[in-house]
């Protein structure tokens, strides 16, 4: 399998998530508006918009690479000997399924085990796992980034911008 195909899936992938949670997952899992400050779906739904969209450019960027079998300067590609492959086409940086797997599935648990463990457990969880993908091994250091991230997430959501946090609350 080839690097274009493989971004080309990954963006796919991404892009179809993004349908996913517009469709269902952001419509199923915010509470009602309650009629004053910001709609609970506001920040899902620009986060999930600009992923979306980001997505969408990428895939247009391939197809037209592909289509018009333009192949990229060496001196503007960061790996030259991908110039060797087929349609010529390089990125810098390069998709990695796995890697994007491991960065997929914690959102994914997360949004599905908030209504059943609330918000600041999963929250905390989430984070926790978060920094230990990107490779941050020091508990001490976690457990400190995920409880404060969480409970500023919290106040400014709740108290800050009135808006309902989703699952059972234990305050």
Known sequence: MTRITRETIAYLVISGFCILMFVWAIPTYTPAYPGYGASPALVPNVAVGVILFMACLS????GLAVYLKKPMPPEECEFP?????????????????????????PPILLIVVIDY???????????????????????????????????????????????????????
């Open 81 to 105: 000997e991908d110039l060797k492959e087929e349609g010529g086409f390089t990125q810098v940086g390069r998709v990695n399924l796995y890697h994007l797997a491991r960065f997929m599935i």
């Open 59 to 62: 895939l247009v960027r391939i």
């Open 117 to 171: 463990i609330g918000y600041l457990l999963a929250s905390f969880i989430f984070l926790l796992t978060v920094q230990y993908v990107i490779g941050c091994r020091k508990w001490m250091q976690l457990t400190v980034v995920a409880v404060t991230l969480t409970l500023v997430l919290y106040v400014v959501m709740r108290y800050g911008f009135g808006v309902p946090i989703p699952g059972p609350q234990i305050f």
